[in-house]
């Protein structure tokens, strides 16, 4: 019954399905951040921005993910993308 609720929430509201997993994969991206896992956490926020090209936040994150492999260079690339997507995006 649950997911018949879900389903009918999403058709009335016109919500992409990928949208809402991969607002729940990125939770899951964070979750892999804060523990530290970075390697896991740039499979999963990659995949996250493959998906959604304009997920801000998500290459917000990439930037921080490389930042803390050492990985400078890209890490600022990433954080140059969240910009070019939304110039009034604050790092």
Same mark, same amino acid.
């Given at each position: 019954?649950?997911? !018949?609720?879900?389903?009918? !929430? ?7 399905? /990928? ?9 899951? @991206?964070? !979750? ?9 956490? =740039? *499979? @999963?926020l990659?995949?996250?921005?493959? /998906?959604?090209?304009?997920?801000t ?9 490389y930042?803390?492999?050492g ?5 600022? *690339?990433?954080? =140059? ?11």
């Amino acid at each position: 019954m649950r997911h !018949i609720i879900i389903l009918t !929430i999403i058709f009335i509201l016109n919500i992409p399905v /990928n949208a809402l997993s991969n607002e729940k994969r990125y939770g899951q @991206c964070i !979750i892999y951040l804060k523990q530290e896992k970075y390697e896991e956490a =740039l *499979r @999963c926020l990659k995949e996250i921005v493959k /998906n959604e090209p304009k997920a801000t936040k998500a290459y917000n994150d990439l930037g921080l993910v490389y930042a803390k492999l050492g990985r400078l260079d890209e890490a600022i *690339r990433q954080w =140059l993308k969240a910009l070019s997507i939304d110039p009034t995006f604050s790092l």
